[in-house]
């Protein structure tokens, strides 16, 4: 009995976590800012497509290039403090994106880095909810409008830099939306993931019968949405940029076909898969781009024009 009641205890967090992003209830806070690591930002703010207000940072280079960075969840624009006890169950270390804004940064790219909603220090949005991507694309065209309407940023070159979450929402934002993508050059998805295998590998772990039908009606009766919804393999196939996927080949929280099916799924011929190898941890991979910059500035320098 201990143990089933263990086994709900943990299937009841990891709902919660799906649908409002948050971790024991809490968003992560943006416990980090530009300035440790020695550069320059402006606090920004902006308005979602839908109105919902989105809190960012502005990091300034010299040069005409554009970094776009959508996070993913549970965390935010700085990363994720699971370095701290209250937030320690997705691994036990910090994320940080700062070393790799250090690193574009140093590499002559300017930095919009943003919250998506219901996360960080962003407003809420649809109730709190979370849709892994079909809501949240409204931000993900929010930060294209911004970076548009700014005078410094409007004629800039511009990337994506889209992670996990934030990659499943360019790709919902690219299909519903494509003409707001015309300035895009060059895009890096790292970690897209469809919540299906997400899901089974979770349960399966946790030893619970019908477990993936127990937490797709949990998703839905809280969202709204089905767990078969939740997957960017159909969005993508309007993605028209050069793309390199990046993830974790042994993460213990997917499987390595999904990633496989998302690539594949990509209709560019100028298209690359890099496997992280080394670690069975997600969020290992989070920060796998500020030890290994060159793997994402060596992508955008070759397509930017």
Same mark, same amino acid.
Request: proline residues 6%.
């Given at each position: 009995?201990?143990?089933?009641?263990?086994? $709900?205890?943990?299937?009841?967090?990891?709902? $919660?976590?799906?649908?409002?992003?948050?971790?024991?209830?809490? &968003?992560?806070?943006?416990? !980090? &800012?530009?300035? *440790?690591?020695?550069?320059?930002?402006?606090?920004? @703010?902006?308005? =979602?497509?839908?109105?919902?207000?989105?809190?960012?940072? @502005?990091?300034?280079?010299?040069?005409?290039?554009?970094?776009?960075?959508?996070?993913?969840?549970?965390?935010?624009? /700085?990363?994720?403090?699971?370095?701290?006890?209250?937030?320690?169950?997705?691994?036990?270390?910090?994320?940080?994106?700062?070393?790799? /804004?250090?690193?574009?940064?140093?590499?002559? #790219?300017?930095?919009?880095?943003?919250?998506?909603?219901?996360?960080?220090?962003?407003? $809420?949005?649809?109730?709190?909810?979370?849709?892994?991507?079909?809501?949240?694309?409204?931000?993900?065209?929010?930060?294209? !409008? /911004?970076?548009?309407? &700014?005078?410094?940023?409007? =004629?800039?070159?511009?990337?994506?830099?889209?992670?996990?979450?934030?990659?499943? =929402?360019?790709?919902?934002? %690219? =299909?519903?939306?494509? +003409? +707001?993508?015309? *300035?895009?050059?060059?895009?890096?998805?790292?970690?897209?993931?469809?919540? &299906?295998?997400?899901?089974?590998?979770?349960?399966?772990?946790?030893?619970?019968?019908?477990?993936?039908?127990?937490?797709?009606?949990?998703?839905? +009766?809280?969202?709204?949405?089905?767990?078969?919804?939740?997957?960017?393999?159909?969005?993508?196939?309007?993605?028209?940029?050069?793309?390199?996927?990046?993830?974790?080949?042994?993460?213990?929280?997917?499987?390595?076909?999904?990633?496989?099916?998302?690539?594949?799924?990509?209709?560019?011929?100028?298209?690359?898969?890099? %496997?992280? !190898?080394?670690?069975? $941890? !997600?969020?290992?991979?989070?920060? #796998? @781009?500020?030890?290994?910059?060159?793997?994402?500035?060596?992508?955008?320098?070759?397509?930017?024009?």
């Amino acid at each position: 009995m201990a143990e089933d009641h263990k086994a $709900q205890a943990a299937f009841d967090d990891f709902v $919660q976590l799906w649908t409002t992003g948050t971790t024991a209830g809490r &968003r992560a806070p943006v416990l !980090r &800012r530009p300035d *440790e690591v020695g550069l320059e930002y402006e606090d920004v @703010f902006f308005p =979602s497509m839908d109105g919902v207000p989105l809190e960012g940072w @502005f990091i300034p280079a010299d040069s005409d290039k554009l970094v776009i960075h959508n996070h993913f969840l549970p965390g935010n624009r /700085y990363g994720y403090p699971g370095h701290l006890p209250e937030f320690s169950g997705l691994g036990g270390f910090e994320v940080s994106f700062l070393p790799e /804004y250090r690193a574009l940064h140093d590499a002559g #790219y300017n930095v919009l880095a943003y919250d998506i909603r219901n996360h960080g220090m962003s407003g $809420q949005g649809n109730g709190g909810i979370t849709g892994i991507g079909l809501r949240e694309y409204r931000d993900v065209i929010g930060s294209l !409008r /911004y970076a548009a309407s &700014r005078p410094d940023t409007r =004629s800039m070159r511009k990337v994506l830099l889209s992670v996990c979450l934030g990659a499943d =929402s360019t790709a919902v934002a %690219w =299909s519903t939306h494509p +003409e +707001e993508f015309s *300035e895009i050059q060059a895009m890096v998805m790292l970690q897209p993931v469809s919540a &299906r295998p997400v899901i089974e590998e979770f349960v399966k772990g946790i030893g619970m019968a019908d477990g993936f039908a127990k937490f797709d009606k949990a998703v839905h +009766e809280r969202t709204g949405f089905h767990l078969d919804e939740q997957s960017p393999i159909e969005h993508v196939k309007a993605v028209t940029v050069p793309t390199l996927v990046a993830q974790v080949h042994d993460d213990t929280m997917t499987r390595p076909e999904d990633v496989q099916s998302i690539y594949d799924a990509l209709p560019v011929a100028d298209k690359d898969l890099h %496997w992280i !190898r080394g670690t069975d $941890q !997600r969020f290992r991979g989070y920060n #796998y @781009f500020g030890e290994h910059p060159e793997v994402l500035i060596n992508w955008f320098d070759k397509h930017l024009q």
